[in-house]
């Protein structure tokens, strides 16, 4: 099988996206480890593979079904679990009652990204993906977590609380009704 033919596994399109869920868990490993400089450069490396992998795929017509469903689990490690164990992990304070209530939040931003994914290929496969997202691309979402974890290493909003708002905010927006251009 070639690194061109649509139906290999591992095609140089699918190649890339297994790079991108690479650079996802490891970077999961080293915000366990309080290195978030490095895990937000492979994160970084992650959105990168995930733009790489889309224009292999439609420049050598790789497009295919497990490559789609590859996709979407790449997206939810890289864009949706990895950023917000980076928040989670660099919110954490020995305080039991906030561990307790960034775990919900926290739970509740992976599950609205992970219901976002699955509803935006469901609606791919009917022919509904219009001009423009319905709701906030988990992309975004993963940035507007990585400048709430800036905003928060630079002490320029320092309550847990109000972090915490902003996470349920941009977890709810994932579903929400906004509309946003496709770039």
Not at 48 to 75: P, V
Not at 125 to 135: I, P, R, S
Not at 142 to 159: C, G, Q, T
Request: charged share 10%; glycine share 4%.
């Amino acid at each position: 099988m070639s690194l061109f033919d649509k139906n290999n596994h591992f095609n140089i399109a699918n190649i890339v996206t297994f790079l991108n869920i690479t650079f996802g868990i490891t970077a999961m490993y080293f915000i366990q480890q309080h290195n978030f400089f490095i895990a937000i450069i492979l994160a970084w490396f992650a959105g990168a593979f995930d733009i790489i992998d889309g224009k292999l795929a439609r420049k050598f017509n790789l497009s295919c079904e497990f490559g789609i469903q590859l996709d979407s689990f790449a997206d939810f490690i890289s864009f949706v679990v990895m950023p917000a164990f980076l928040l989670f992990y660099a919110l954490q304070k020995p305080n039991s009652l906030e561990l307790l209530i960034s775990g919900v939040i926290f739970i509740y931003y992976i599950i609205s990204g992970l219901r976002r994914l699955i509803q935006f290929n469901i609606d791919a496969e009917a022919g509904e993906v219009a001009k423009y997202f319905v709701g906030v691309p988990t992309p975004l979402g993963a940035i507007l977590l990585w400048v709430l974890y800036l905003l928060y290493s630079y002490s320029i909003v320092s309550n847990i609380f109000v972090m915490l708002v902003f996470v349920a905010t941009i977890a709810y927006l994932l579903n929400s009704k906004v509309k946003i251009p496709h770039p």
